[in-house]
Structures are given as C-alpha cells and as structure tokens.
C-alpha cells in the first residue's frame, strides 16, 4: 500500500524558515512533488524533483529548495525567506510528473504552513 507521508509544518514568522518532509513507501516514484493550497484558492504546484532535475513555480524560485534522499524514499522542501503569502496547507505528491495536479497519482494528508506577519 502506497502512503506519503508529511512532517515539518508549523508557524512562523515573516523571514523565517520551515523545512517540510515527506516518506513515501509502498513503491518508489519517478517524481516527488509539493503543491500548496491556500484558504479560498486553487491548489497550485510549488516544486518537483525527478531523477533529471527539478523545477519550481515561479513564487518560490531562490527561496524554496527540494530535494530528495533515494535511499530513504523521501523529499524534503527547504523553505527560506517566507512570505505572509506562503502561508497554506502543504501537500506531498507522486506520479509521473509535471506541474499539473492531475499528473499526480498519491498525495499525503496536507501539512499546515502559516508565515505569520
């Protein structure tokens, strides 16, 4: 049975860092990625990671950072500089890959992020 599982959410402030976790198991992923959905919006892509490279929505690009650790079937989002505007619920992704939500076959149950000004 497939299962992502997220860690690291929490409640800081403007500037501040949060470092997200996911641990898939059951299989293993060509691609890992975070979404965000925000309170009253649509879930939006924020970074993937394949076994060629990784991409980020603009928003975060410099301040976010993935990556991921092979070995323990996980992916980690470093987030630096946060913003008011980061603040959502974080979801953990797998599946072929892209930015589009659809391409994305299992997801984790959300991780809380609020940047609080």
């Known amino acids: 049975q497939v299962q992502l599982v997220e860690s690291g959410g929490g409640l800081v402030q403007v500037g501040d860092s949060l470092r997200l976790s996911c641990a898939a198991s059951?299989?293993?992923?060509?691609?890992m990625a975070w979404f965000r959905q925000a309170p009253g919006k649509e879930r939006e892509f924020v970074a993937a990671?394949?076994?060629?490279?990784?991409t980020y929505a603009d928003s975060v690009k410099g301040r976010f950072t993935i990556a991921r650790d092979n070995a323990k079937n996980t992916v980690v989002l470093q987030m630096n500089s946060l913003k008011a505007e980061d603040t959502a619920v974080y979801y953990c992704?797998?599946?072929?890959?892209?930015?589009?939500?659809?391409?994305?076959?299992?997801w984790g149950q959300g991780t809380q992020d609020t940047v609080s000004s």
């Open positions: 992704a797998a599946g072929p890959g892209g930015r589009v939500r659809s391409r994305y076959d299992y």
């Open positions: 059951g299989r293993t992923f060509s691609t």
């Open positions: 990671i394949s076994w060629s490279g990784y």
